[in-house]
């Protein structure tokens, strides 16, 4: 079965450090991934999406993520972190033939000291 | 709407109510899922629409759940008989196009139920 793995439930990072959060998916054919930001109050805003060709994507407010076929793998990184970013972050993969339901990770509350 | 609406923000039921969960797509959005988010997980399918049919409520816990979007517009998620496992915040999305994986999803802020 397809599931998600945030292998991280809280982290902190100094403001102006670099970020990555880890995801680890399993998936049977090509996934779909994506990463989505929680801010309290707020719905869910995707950040970037992966559906094919260039491995390194590039996403909303400076994230980008790059996808590893043989890890598995998907993590968020970011060079420089802003006080702004804290927040829960979520990744996910496209869970089923029509494509209509996502399988979310239980997310990473990332939070930024100064 | 500039958004996707959810109402009410917070909604707490006695066990055994019966509730309903409203939902304002952003308009002219032919797909709309609604997701469940207990506390400290992910956002966990529900069901989805395309325009006024339901394709998929392969997400819905049990028969005392059941949505509709009779017009193709608004949608409502109703609980029945409501239990304390039901104690989460409800998320509504809502999509351009047919609602493929592919696809942009703009999220509700959600509705948070506490079931006492």
């Known amino acids: 079965a397809q599931s998600v793995t945030q292998p991280d439930i809280h982290i902190t990072v100094s403001e102006g450090a670099s970020l990555e959060l880890r995801c680890n998916y399993s998936?049977?054919?090509?996934?779909?991934l994506f990463w989505y930001v929680q801010s309290p109050g707020q719905g869910l805003q995707l950040l970037l999406k992966?559906?094919?060709?260039?491995?390194l994507v590039q996403g909303i407010k400076g994230f980008e993520a790059e996808f590893k076929r043989s890890q598995s793998s998907f993590n968020l990184r970011k060079p420089s972190v802003h006080w702004s970013d804290a927040a829960e972050y979520f990744c996910?993969?496209?869970?089923?033939?029509?494509?209509?339901?996502?399988?979310f990770g239980k997310g990473t509350t990332l939070s930024v000291s100064s | 709407g500039a958004g996707v609406s959810q109402s009410p923000r917070y909604k707490v039921a006695k066990r055994g109510q019966d509730v309903a969960l409203r939902c304002d797509p952003i308009?002219?959005?032919?797909?709309l899922f609604w997701y469940q988010q207990a506390l400290g997980q992910g956002p966990e399918f529900l069901t989805y629409?395309?325009?006024?049919?339901?394709?998929?409520k392969s997400g819905l816990p049990s028969d005392r759940f059941f949505a509709e979007r009779p017009e193709g517009s608004v949608s409502t998620l109703k609980i029945q008989r409501t239990q304390q496992e039901d104690s989460a915040v409800y998320l509504c999305?809502?999509?351009?196009?047919?609602?493929?994986?592919?696809?942009?999803?703009?999220f509700g802020s959600g509705t948070q139920l506490s079931v006492l």
């Open positions: 629409f395309q325009n006024e049919a339901q394709l998929d």
């Open positions: 999305a809502s999509s351009k196009n047919r609602g493929g994986t592919n696809e942009k999803l703009f």
């Open positions: 998936y049977g054919a090509t996934p779909y």
């Open positions: 996910a993969v496209g869970a089923n033939q029509a494509g209509t339901a996502l399988i």
């Open positions: 992966y559906f094919s060709g260039d491995t």
């Open positions: 308009s002219g959005h032919v797909s």
